[in-house]
């Protein structure tokens, strides 16, 4: 006969494993694509351009995040370099380090031969960890903060290879003319009981950062956008979902990569000034979201959009494409390793 021991544990296991099943679907859910890129298929070109980029055009190459290679020809210049892409696992609970035969493979597939510069728009590993290794392998000048130049210190880098940022003062490199414009980062969120805020009293990597180490020791060290010009045109790339109040209220762009992360978790005011600050301000011609793939992705595999964990892609680029409808403004989205001619 059951004693009265087995009856009260059968409830206690029934209850467990009915919590343990609710958390798995949970976490199944929130590690699902924030979107479906097929209903955006006719914004992405779909093909790498293989023939010689025409005199006085510049060619954009899309790396996954705020990665963007620029190529007019005769010199190339690219924003962060973030190619290694650890999974979510092993940078939420492990240390990370650039991959070098990652890091190789992607600059041989985008054909990054000529790169004369990498900007590195603020400090944390999604946009900085590889850009040292980078500088490396390719002979480039790496631009950064304080923090950045940490990093590729921390790397081995020389700092005759390294230049620190001088906001607003223009810097020329090949035909294209660079000015770095201080800006913020996307509003703080918190995952997981983690949050990717600024501990004020510790803003800056404040010395050598050597690999491997924790994601959370990329400290930001100050956010930054890029205003690009070459010939008469001009391009704007902000990686981040912020603004400084009037930046661009004297400037005028062809192109503009804008950062969506996260968009539409922020209140519908802030949504609203962010659009006004960057495109009704900035009145580009084209403009190419970025900052919306999933980055624990490898970029060897298909893009797909931020986690449902931390956003939701799909409200992000309805937002966008709603109101640049409005305003007859052409947007378009690239693919991993997918290319456009500016201009």
């Not at 913020?184 to 918190?190: E, L, M, N, Q, V």
């Not at 050597?210 to 890029?226: N, R």
């Not at 009037?246 to 005028?252: E, L, P, Q, S, V």
């Not at 000034?273 to 009145?283: A, D, H, I, R």
Request: proline share 7%; hydrophobic share 35%; charged share 20%.
């Amino acid at each position: 006969m059951p004693t009265k021991t087995s009856y009260t544990k059968k409830p206690k296991i029934l209850s467990f494993f009915l919590y343990l099943s609710l958390i798995l679907f949970c976490s199944h859910c929130a590690l699902r694509p924030s979107g479906t890129l097929s209903q955006y298929d006719s914004y992405f070109p779909h093909e790498s351009k293989v023939n010689p980029i025409p005199k006085g055009k510049v060619r954009a190459t899309f790396l996954g995040t705020a990665s963007i290679l620029l190529d007019d020809g005769e010199t190339q210049i690219l924003t962060d370099g973030f190619f290694s892409r650890p999974s979510l696992w092993k940078t939420a609970f492990s240390k990370i380090e650039s991959d070098p035969s990652t890091v190789q493979s992607v600059i041989e597939k985008a054909k990054i031969e000529r790169l004369q510069a990498i900007f590195v728009c603020h400090s944390h590993y999604d946009h900085v960890m590889d850009s040292p290794l980078v500088a490396k392998q390719t002979k480039a000048k790496l631009y950064g903060s304080s923090s950045t130049l940490n990093v590729g210190l921390g790397a081995g880098l020389g700092l005759e290879q390294m230049q620190k940022f001088l906001p607003g003062k223009p810097v020329t490199i090949g035909k294209f003319t660079v000015t770095v414009l201080e800006s913020k980062h996307t509003p703080p969120f918190r995952i997981l009981g983690k949050t990717n805020a600024t501990d004020p009293n510790h803003p800056n990597i404040e010395s050598p950062l050597k690999s491997p180490v924790k994601a959370t020791d990329y400290i930001e060290g100050g956010t930054f956008d890029f205003l690009i010009q070459h010939g008469k045109n001009k391009i704007l790339i902000k990686s981040s979902t912020n603004f400084v109040d009037g930046a661009f209220t004297n400037i005028k762009a062809d192109v503009l990569f804008l950062g969506i992360a996260q968009l539409s978790l922020q209140p519908i005011p802030f949504q609203e000034e962010f659009y006004k600050q960057t495109v009704q301000t900035l009145k580009p011609k084209l403009l190419i979201p970025i900052h919306w793939d999933n980055f624990f992705k490898p970029l060897s595999e298909p893009l797909e959009p931020n986690l449902r964990l931390g956003d939701d892609f799909d409200a992000n680029i309805k937002y966008i494409l709603k109101r640049s409808q409005e305003e007859k403004l052409e947007v378009q989205l690239l693919q991993g390793f997918e290319t456009i001619d500016l201009f």
